[in-house]
């Protein structure tokens, strides 16, 4: 409404304002040229609001994007998301400890050791020692040495990496007690071991019953130096 009328008194003002008296002119006059900076500030405004809009959206496009990818590294070909991976390992001397550790970095895993609740000694692992405890257990296929605790979250893992030294030919039966303790139903257990020499012999067919419900794959040796990239892409396939 302001607007038009100083428009009109403006038209007066030109014309002789009609017998309007010339100081009130040209106070007209300086409001309009007010009114017109007013204009003209306003105007810039508005334009750094719309430049302020434009990049918050642009900002939020690009996290959207980063989110997009993040969630495209999570899934794999199929579109289903990438499963879920433990390595637990048993370790006598700890050269099954050091090649689960690789593992777990190059399979980009959780870490679960499992542990006996009485260690064993040198005695124990005496292998030529048929009084020793490792060989009175493994010479009873029904020994199920106890575990010193059951806090692996088997729950929460779709593929557990299963690692262990090879004793006469099969894993050690601390590994079959770890299997028994928990619900491995429709999971995929992946073996892999360290040995002095000999292979995994019936090492699936011995813990296979123990987690009936499971899919229990035969592994790899992880003996000796081992390469990263190698055993990233053999746990890729998992």
Sequence with gaps: MSIFYFDIVSVFCKIGCFGMPQVHCRRVESN????????????????????????????????????????????????????KKLVAYFSASGTTAR?????????????????????????????????????????????????????????????????FPIWWYVAPHIINSFLEAYDFSG?????????GGSGFGNTVKELQPSAPKATVIEGKLLNGRIDKAELAKWAEQF
């Design 99 to 163: 090649a689960a550790k690789e593992l777990a970095e190059a399979a980009k895993a959780d870490l679960y050791e499992i542990r006996p609740e009485t260690k064993y000694t040198s005695n124990d692992l005496d292998w030529r020692d048929k009084s020793s405890r490792s060989s009175v257990e493994m010479a009873d296929k029904k020994s199920r040495p106890k575990l010193a605790d059951k806090n692996a979250k088997i729950a929460d893992y779709d593929v557990i990496f299963v690692g």
């Design 32 to 83: 309009r040229f007010l009114e017109d900076k007013m204009k003209k500030v306003l105007v810039i405004l508005a334009a750094l609001v719309s430049l302020t809009i434009l990049f918050a959206q642009t900002g939020a496009g690009k996290q959207t994007t980063d989110n997009s990818k993040k969630s495209t590294v999570q899934q794999n070909e199929g579109g289903k998301k990438m499963p």
């Design 187 to 195: 999971k995929k257990v992946v073996l892999f071991a360290t040995s």
